[in-house]
């Protein structure tokens, strides 16, 4: 049996694309993300830039604790563990 870390886009970005919730094999942060990313291939872009980092507006959480790292994404994630990727909104 593989371990498996549970994924979650928030509403704020599966009103782009609709995506469900993902259980994708344990793995540094960047490999579980691009493992989500496979069920909607055209949310990349909202996740990430062209330089391949997580974009300013979006956040990432594992555990419910905010990664701080855009770039590296090696943050091992572990079996059992859950991400969820949210989208900042702002307004006045």
Avoid: C, W
């Amino acid at each position: 049996m593989v371990a498996m870390v549970t994924v979650e886009f928030a509403p704020s970005l599966r009103r782009h694309i609709e995506v469900p919730i993902q259980q994708v094999p344990a793995g540094p942060l960047r490999q579980v993300l691009d493992e989500a990313l496979v069920a909607a291939p055209a949310l990349v872009h909202y996740v990430f830039d062209d330089q391949r980092a997580v974009r300013k507006h979006v956040a990432v959480f594992v555990n419910q604790t905010l990664v701080h790292d855009r770039v590296r994404l090696d943050l091992e994630v572990l079996a059992g563990d859950k991400v969820l990727v949210v989208q900042a909104l702002s307004g006045g």
